[in-house]
């Protein structure tokens, strides 16, 4: 009895040395290294430096922790490459949450050996997790930045890794590969300049950028020649003094999807010059001054969806404004901007017609409904409704794509930017669900014909999430509804909200004013089309529905934020 009683005490010392083993790791690496799980945790307690010519491995499942202020420099070549089960970890070495950026990043100097695209060999990361970078290094400082995650002097391969909590400043050097990645929550600022950062002949694609902070003139992306920025998602991001993207160059932007953005009032979302725009959807933007800024008249613009973006100035959509260049043209042809009819486009571009300086924008052709090209549009808002027997009622508007396949509804384990389950509904706008309380958090998603429930977010085939807002409306809609037989769903809303205007009168002019009774939106609008509209700002505001020359008076519109 004694005897089992002692080796069970020491296989539990055994157990518990395991457990609080460690590798403290610093200084100069000579010769190539394997970092492998069975030393984890690695410590860097001090600077390590990789040599010209060294090869640093770190294996599946390896977690590094940083002292605070410390970073890896590597001379030679790291290859950090992990699995989707058994990923890396690059953290601080701390207990809980740091009040601020803990260690100093990765920086890669011109002497290491650059990632390739043809053999994935050289510098390369991929599933790997990145938190609380971005704290000063002194060695990092010879970058030039002095806050970043991953610095790189030669070309970079990052793939299927998640980024949160930090000052980012991912950089690659000409031929870099960014793709696949998750950045949440990070932070884009005057030390980091731009949140990802790569030159010429490099690739930036399937990445979800989510609620980062911009503050810095430099923007969210630089764009270098001969780049190529697709299927990405633009989800979130709070952008001060920061004009989001600049284009410049031949780099092209296509498939993207930008959604849900805010842009403060000095701020523009695109600046754009000699690059090719197309194929992207823009839409529920909370911009500054406008959407797009044209710094020349000749740019290859098309087959955008574009909507739904009120300027945080005028209150009202207002997209584009043109290049100076008195006399010339720029052709922006087959773009979607939620009209159907050329005066109402007009009213939220601004080109020679508006000023004689500027440049004349070619605007027709023009998309009627929704490019199919272009990723799918979120769904027009959604309302749930507790029907008491702990289940919910979820309804929302129609999409108009053409090729629209159906709509899924989610729930559970919800993080900002993914759910744990959902349920297809084909083409109705109207589920049931059991088994779930109404505080629950549920959204809806549109998908068309190409959907393959792979990577379709990403791939433009599936909309961005349109997450219900709990119906506890008794009477406003309904009663104002006999007036006008003009609907707003929903009403109240947080300020995303939807007119729909019935058969009988086809075109109609809708006004809305504030309770001071100032003009806050004019538009035109049609039972053929959707009528998506925004208000900033929480209050009561007054609908006018002008129809025929005569106006069918004044309905009451919520807004609740």
């Known amino acids: 009895m004694k005897y089992i009683t002692y080796s069970f005490i020491i296989l539990l010392l055994a157990i518990s040395e395991r457990s609080y083993a460690q590798t403290n790791v610093s200084g100069i690496i000579s010769s190539n290294t394997v970092w492998n799980a069975a030393g984890n945790p690695y410590i860097v307690i001090a600077d390590v430096f990789v040599d010209p010519g060294v090869v640093l491995t770190i294996d ?6 940083f002292d605070f202020g410390t970073s890896i420099g590597v001379n030679g070549t790291i290859r950090a490459v992990g699995t989707q089960a058994d990923p890396i970890f690059f953290e601080a070495d701390t207990i809980g949450y740091p009040v601020e950026f803990y260690w100093a990043g990765i920086y890669i100097t011109a002497s290491a050996q650059p990632f390739d695209f043809t053999n994935l060999s050289g510098c390369f990361f991929q599933y790997c997790n990145f ?3 971005g704290s000063p290094n002194l060695y990092v400082d010879l970058s030039g930045n002095t806050t ?3 610095f790189s002097l030669v070309s970079l391969g990052f793939d299927h890794c998640y980024v949160e909590f930090s000052a980012c400043g991912l950089t690659g050097a000409s031929g870099s590969q960014i793709s696949n990645n998750i950045f949440k929550e990070c932070t884009s600022d005057y030390s980091s300049t731009f ?3 790569a030159s010429q002949n490099s690739a930036i694609y399937n990445n979800l950028i989510y609620k980062t902070g911009v503050s810095t003139s430099f923007g969210i992306i630089s764009v270098n020649k001969n780049m190529s920025v697709h299927n990405n998602l633009f989800i979130g991001n709070s952008f001060v003094f920061s004009n989001v993207l600049n284009f410049e160059d031949s780099c092209q932007f296509y498939n993207n999807t930008f959604v849900d953005n805010t842009v403060d009032e000095f701020s523009v979302a695109m600046k754009i010059n000699g690059s090719s725009i197309f194929k992207n959807t823009f839409t529920r933007n909370q911009v500054g001054l406008e959407t797009f800024i044209l710094k ?4 290859d613009f098309h087959n955008n969806n574009i909507l739904l973006n009120p300027s945080q100035l005028q209150g009202q959509e207002f997209e584009m404004t043109a290049s100076s260049g008195a006399g010339q043209t720029a052709t922006e042809e ?9 005066s109402s486009i007009s009213e939220v571009i601004t080109d020679f017609y508006d000023n004689a300086a500027l440049c004349n924008l070619d605007f027709v052709p023009f998309d009627t409904s929704p490019d199919t090209t272009a990723p799918v549009l979120p769904v027009g808002y959604v309302s749930k409704k507790d029907l008491f027997n702990n289940s919910v009622r979820v309804t929302w508007n129609k999409n108009t794509e053409s090729d629209l396949k159906g709509y899924r509804v989610y729930y559970g384990g919800y993080n900002g930017y993914s759910f744990t389950n959902f349920l297809d509904a084909a083409l109705d706008t109207v589920m049931d669900i059991a088994g779930i ?3 629950e958090h549920v959204a809806v998603t549109a998908y068309d014909l190409s959907a393959d429930g792979i990577t379709d977010q990403y791939d433009g085939h599936e909309s961005w999430f349109t997450n219900a807002v709990e119906d506890t409306t008794v009477g406003i809609g309904q009663a104002d509804v006999s007036k006008n037989k003009v609907i707003v769903s929903p009403n109240p809303s947080t300020g995303h909200f939807e007119i729909n205007i019935p058969a009988s009168y086809n075109n109609v002019m809708l006004n809305i004013f504030d309770m001071e009774g100032r003009k806050l939106i004019s538009s035109t609008a049609s039972c053929l089309a959707p009528n998506f509209f925004t208000i900033g700002q929480q209050g009561i505001y007054l609908l006018q529905v002008v129809t025929a020359g005569s106006s069918t008076g004044f309905q009451k519109i919520v807004v609740i934020r």
């Open 334 to 342: 087959w773009n979607y901007w939620g009209f159907n009819d050329s």
């Open 437 to 439: 309380p109404i505080s």
């Open 131 to 133: 938190s609380f970078s």
């Open 195 to 197: 949140l990802i950062k």
């Open 296 to 299: 020349s008249c000749d740019p």
């Open 60 to 65: 599946p499942g390896v977690t590094v922790k």
């Open 148 to 150: 970043l995650t991953v």
